[in-house]
């Protein structure tokens, strides 16, 4: 069932706006949508706005905005992911990321002006939904960068851990 309740949102200049549920419409519908939501954008300063046909599909938009001054609160690798394969594919799941989509390589818990998200990377994939080999390097997939809203904290089973990454820190002479 659709949440039909009315919301109250909180806009300001460079903001990203995302309206779901607005249902399938005609082309002449979508193009004078177009045009008003344009509109809108410029007098609002947003940086972008996007809607969807049913439920917003954060993992649908690569990358939200950059986010030079994020914060990486957690950081799963090479080493971190295989070993958490179960956990960390339930929690994509809930935080409306397509697992099979995310590159294992690695993952980060980011924050930045108190918002947090999840920076990862995604395979690139064609029209029938299959993956893309790098023009840079064809011995690999291709993949890009994407960010997505932290809906869901992570919460690992019991007796489970993640290591942090490890810090770089400056040295004086070296």
Known sequence: MKDTSARTVVLKPGDVLLIGNIGVSSE???DALHDGLLSLRHALALSSVAVFEEDINTAALAPLAP???AIVLRVFDR???PQHRAVLT?????NHIDPSTV???WLSIEQEAGQRFIRYETFRLNDAGGKLIDPR???KAWTIERVSPLV???DLPAGQTVTDRDEIHDHPGG
């Open 28 to 30: 002449d519908a979508l």
């Open 67 to 69: 986010m030079p001054d």
């Open 79 to 81: 080493t971190t992911v």
């Open 90 to 94: 339930a929690w994509l799941s809930a």
């Open 103 to 105: 590159a294992s390589d």
């Open 137 to 139: 390097d064809r011995d």
């Open 152 to 154: 869901i904290d992570l």
